[in-house]
């Protein structure tokens, strides 16, 4: 059979990949959280220490141009010194002008280098060279830096020559600037000493004044004050940019040209970078432990969504298939017939559909219990799975009928015949329940219908199938019909039947709708005859009579209860229609001689009805009927088909005087218990038992058991269906209680039965 293929058909494929889908988006969407926590946290880190670098650069800047201010202010204040010095040493000296304020001079230029921390400090004229005598090693470096120092000089100089004759400026005119001295980074500075101009006059020089020149390098005890003061972790100075991976690096510029003349390169104080040094292990720890739970949460998830995928396909299967037998049901059934049809596009193709209705299920059911019957089925759906090909499908539609789809079925191929007898023959050999504790004999009627018209309806295939089973089922059961279009006429007949039926129900009912099929055509009526019940006497007096229902159809003629009652159980019909026989009958017994008695026969679904008892009680109160003088007979299949219930109510009947008796005895299931548990009055002996006597030594010796059993139990009898003297003969004398047949009398209307009551009564006076 083919169970996935079509279960995938039914179900979209995008339910199939929804939960891979699901998990993959999670993970993604968990990582990338994940990963967009760690990237936020570096890239706070990063703007942390850029933003610490660039104040770091901004402090420098801002401490190189305090330095170049400072030097600004130092010079000013040295240049008033050396001029005051110079005036004050004019006055008390009268030699030459280089000798003039030698000595203080020298002190000032001492306490320039100690006081104001400068490396250097000269005092020169505008042509550039030392205006005081110095020791070589001054000379010396005074000529080393010259060059780099007349710039500045000259510039100044010429400021001072463009300021116009007796003009004064407060404070006196100076330059500062960054350059590079004796290879270092420096802060060089420049003012004027000026004096007045009568002591200029006198030593007869033309310059406007001297110039104090004084300079500091960066990289000495200044970048050391500069680290300590910002914090500069390992600062040093460089030529060249040489720092560290870990280092950063200040270009300094000279101020005149803005070439580099140095970096100072120091280890930067970077807060993100320790803040993320310090919280990379935490947040390695919680990384994975975060890692681990999203990996579990979606292991668990994953389990989960296997589970309730799992579950969902469990669910389908089960919604799709028959629990018991797992064949595929009705809903999954209409499917793949709707998907054969789908496909029937080749020419020379056609398909089969087979309907199996099971026999006689319902008494293995009801004897052995629902938990047999379940054994029952899967047996037979394994016999069945073991005769047909993977390409086929076998469904359980309901109860016991099946259906077996061939989609594979030749033009002028009669296998599926073949298969189809196969399985009745399969089917109708013994099955073994309970580990072999019971042995069943059942079987299957077939009904067969073949197509190849993909425009034809799924349900008109279905039709064509249970009317070919239908009419396997009243033509004997245990065989195989092919639908054929004559068929549908049967159908129709049986339905007009049932038709039918429902208006003389209606007619006789009085129901209200009655009045508006009184212009219809005329379904008959329905009429209840009489087969008299005779004592087994020598004398075969009557002793009483069965009620038995006969419908005189107007264009059928009169239709015995074979003909119709099936249809009237199938139509729900049964229960209203035994409620007029039951009725009729008591109406008729009523004015019969009060020592006979009616026989009516009850279905099991009167039995069921909770209000049976009540219903009985007030026809016999209706009609007068003694309770003592009626007869309810049951089959052997009903007494299985009751439940405690419906014993009880019988029960309550018995006890108000009714009578029950067992019809047709020993050929159903039957189960001696039952004369006990019901209570059985009287035990009817089938017909087909009183046949075989005289023609068949085992009929005698059936039935001489039944009445020995029947007399040991203390129930009474009465054989059916006696037709000949033998017969009668034999059964008076094997102690048969009643007899009826045609040997006595047949079915006839109340009208001609009443007669012969009459002549009985007077038969009777006469032998008195």
């Not at 006198?202 to 970048?223: E, H, I, K, P, S």
């Not at 009483?544 to 159980?569: N, Q, V, Y």
């Not at 009398?745 to 008195?768: C, E, G, N, Y």
Request: charged share 20%; with cysteine; proline share 4%.
């Amino acid at each position: 059979m083919l169970a996935d293929p079509s279960l995938r058909l039914l179900v979209p494929r995008s339910t199939r990949t929804s939960s891979g889908s699901v998990l993959v988006l999670l993970a993604f969407s968990g990582l990338a959280i994940l990963g967009l926590v760690f990237l936020a946290a570096i890239w706070a880190g990063k703007e942390s220490d850029a933003a610490a670098l660039d104040r770091q650069r901004q402090l420098v800047n801002s401490r190189l141009l305090d330095q170049v201010r400072g030097v600004s202010q130092d010079i000013q204040l040295m240049g008033a010194g050396y001029a005051s010095l110079l005036l004050a040493d004019s006055a008390m000296a009268s030699g030459k002008h280089e000798r003039a304020g030698a000595t203080s001079a020298a002190a000032f230029g001492k306490i320039a280098t100690t006081v104001f921390g400068y490396n250097a400090a000269f005092l020169v004229t505008p042509a550039g060279e030392l205006a005081l005598e110095s020791d070589p090693e001054t000379s010396r470096r005074f000529k080393w830096v010259r060059p780099l120092l007349q710039p500045m000089i000259q510039d100044l100089e010429a400021k001072q020559h463009g300021t116009p004759q007796g003009s004064t400026s407060d404070p006196q005119p100076s330059r500062v600037e960054l350059m590079r001295l004796e290879g270092r980074p420096s802060v060089a500075g420049v003012v004027s000493v000026k004096s007045s101009s009568n002591t200029n006059q006198q030593q007869g020089n033309d310059a406007n004044g001297l110039y104090l020149v004084a300079f500091r390098f960066l990289d000495g005890v200044t970048l050391d004050t500069l680290s300590r003061e910002q914090g500069l972790a390992g600062a040093r100075y460089a030529r060249t940019a040489d720092q560290e991976q870990d280092e950063v690096a200040f270009q300094i510029e000279a101020t005149a040209s803005g070439e580099p003349i140095g970096f100072i390169i120091w280890t930067p104080d970077l807060p993100g970078s320790r803040v993320i040094g310090r919280l990379v292990p935490i947040l390695s720890i919680a990384g994975l432990v975060i890692v681990g739970l999203f990996f579990a949460l979606m292991g668990r998830l994953r389990r989960s969504l296997r589970e309730l995928s799992a579950s969902e396909h469990h669910a389908r299967h089960l919604s799709l298939h028959d629990v018991l037998t797992g064949l595929p049901n009705r809903a999954l059934f209409a499917a793949r017939l709707e998907q054969c049809l789908a496909s029937m596009k080749s020419p020379g193709r056609r398909s089969v559909l087979a309907l199996v209705d099971l026999d006689k299920f319902k008494e293995v059911n009801d004897i052995h219990g629902h938990a047999a019957g379940d054994e029952l089925l899967r047996g037979v759906v394994d016999r069945m799975n073991a005769l047909i090909e993977p390409g086929d499908t076998l469904a359980r539609l309901g109860g016991d009928e099946f259906a077996l789809l061939l989609p594979d079925a030749r033009e002028g191929d009669d296998s599926h015949i073949l298969l189809c007898n196969t399985i009745i023959g399969a089917l109708s050999k013994p099955f073994q329940l309970r580990d072999g504790d019971i042995v069943v004999r059942i079987g299957c009627s077939i009904g067969i219908a073949a197509f190849h018209d993909a425009a034809q309806a799924s349900s008109e295939i279905l039709r064509r199938a249970d009317v070919a089973l239908y009419e396997a089922k009243t033509n004997g059961r245990g065989r195989l019909v092919e639908y054929d279009p004559s068929l549908d006429h049967r159908v129709e007949a049986r339905e007009n039947l049932k038709n039918d039926l429902r208006l003389v129900l209606a007619d006789h009912a009085h129901l209200p709708d009655s009045a508006n099929n009184a212009s219809s055509i005329d379904p008959g009526r329905l009429e209840v005859f009489f087969q008299g019940v005779h004592r087994a006497d020598a004398h075969g007096r009557l002793s009483g009579a069965e009620a038995l229902l006969r419908w005189r159809h107007p264009t059928l003629g009169l239709l015995s209860p074979d003909k119709f009652i099936p249809i009237a159980e199938e139509a729900g019909m049964i229960d209203q229609l035994g409620h007029w026989v039951l009725r009729s009958a008591a109406e008729a017994a009523a004015g019969w001689p009060a020592d006979m008695s009616v026989a009516v026969n009850v279905s099991p679904s009167q039995i069921r009805h909770r209000d049976f008892d009540h219903h009985v009680l007030s026809i016999l109160a209706e009609t007068g009927l003694p309770p003592s003088r009626l007869e309810l007979e049951l089959t052997e299949a009903a007494l299985f088909n009751i439940d405690e219930d419906a014993q009880a109510t019988l029960g309550k009947l018995r006890s108000r005087g009714i009578r029950i008796a067992l019809d047709d005895f020993g050929t159903g299931f039957s189960s001696l218990s039952h004369l006990i548990q019901f209570n059985i009055d009287r035990i009817k002996i089938d017909r087909s038992f009183v046949r075989l006597l005289g023609t068949q030594a085992e009929g005698a010796a059936i039935v001489s058991a039944i009445l020995g059993l029947s007399r040991t139990l203390g129930k009474a009898t009465t054989a059916e269906g006696v037709e000949t003297e033998g017969q009668r003969d034999f059964l008076v004398a094997a102690g048969c209680n009643d007899l009826q047949g045609f040997l006595f009398s047949r079915p006839m209307p109340l009208a001609d039965f009443l007669p012969t009551i009459r002549s009985t009564k007077a038969a009777a006076q006469v032998v008195r």
